[in-house]
């Protein structure tokens, strides 16, 4: 029914920057909450950061507060998550998650997941 597409990772050096892209498909509607996860080897999925239908609430996981921040394009129906000051611990796939109801870091309150793309940061 929604299609969930992630773009923008890639590599970058301890203490750089990136920025993630995550594209919903026609059907979505504006008021869909999204949210971002992440997962690396060897590890669980954790949850990252979430943002409703107009920037509110946000939620971020506590270790990237103050270095994350998330924001949308309404008429693009994209959502950005700029991550600044990387660190080697941030190397993960991040996949996105689209869900008509607030979900905040509830995995299974997503109703769309997107495919996920890899971030590595070296030191």
């Known amino acids: 029914q929604v299609q969930v597409a992630e773009s923008g990772g890639g590599s970058a050096q301890a203490g750089a920057s990136l920025r993630l892209s995550c594209t919903a498909s026609?059907?979505?509607?504006?008021?869909?909450?999204m949210g971002w996860f992440r997962q690396a080897t060897g590890k669980e999925r954790e949850f990252v950061a979430a943002?409703?239908?107009?920037?509110?609430?946000?939620l971020f996981e506590d270790s990237i507060k103050g270095r994350f921040t998330i924001s949308r394009d309404y008429a693009k129906k994209t959502m950005y998550l700029q991550m600044n000051s990387l660190k080697p611990e941030d190397t993960a796939v991040y996949t996105c998650?689209?869900?008509?109801?607030?979900?905040?870091?509830?995995?299974?309150?997503?109703?769309?997941w997107g495919q996920g793309i890899k971030v590595t940061v070296s030191s």
């Open positions: 943002t409703a239908w107009l920037g509110e609430p946000n």
């Open positions: 026609e059907r979505a509607d504006t008021s869909y909450a």
């Open positions: 998650a689209v869900s008509e109801r607030w979900s905040g870091s509830y995995s299974p309150g997503y109703d769309w």
